[in-house]
């Protein structure tokens, strides 16, 4: 059973550029390919960025694209979403997600197999 745990979440002022990391544990996290979410008060959650398992392939939503880079260290079972140029409409509960998928990565939520609990990041001045 892989267990994802967020952490880096926090107020930031618009601009920032602050780390999420997703820590893995209880099984092998180079295994799954890996995804971010966000999910903004009274919205739908929304995939962001998402890694393959051997770090090949990135992909990353279009809101996102130029200011977000995931990547990976499967040998500390660790996943990383780097945001700069942060914006107000960033804010949002950021969750990592593992996927057994085994192409490149893909989006989706309903395919997901695992979940972290999510961090809040919340921009603002």
């Known amino acids: 059973q892989l267990q994802l745990v967020e952490s880096g979440g926090d107020l930031v002022q618009p601009g920032g550029s602050p780390r999420l990391s997703c820590a893995a544990s209880g099984s092998n996290l180079g295994t799954y390919a890996i995804a971010w979410f966000r999910q903004a008060p009274g919205k739908d959650r929304e995939g962001v960025s998402c890694i393959s398992r051997g770090v090949t392939f990135t992909y990353y939503a279009d809101s996102v694209k130029g200011r977000f880079t995931i990547s990976r260290d499967n040998a500390k079972n660790m996943v990383y979403l780097q945001m700069n140029s942060l914006k107000p409409e960033d804010t949002a509960v950021y969750y990592c997600?593992?996927?057994?998928?085994?192409?490149?990565?893909?989006?989706?939520?309903?395919?997901?197999?695992?979940w972290g609990k999510g961090t809040l990041v919340t921009v603002s001045s």
């Open positions: 997600a593992a996927d057994r998928f085994m192409g490149q990565c893909r989006l989706g939520a309903s395919v997901m197999d695992y």
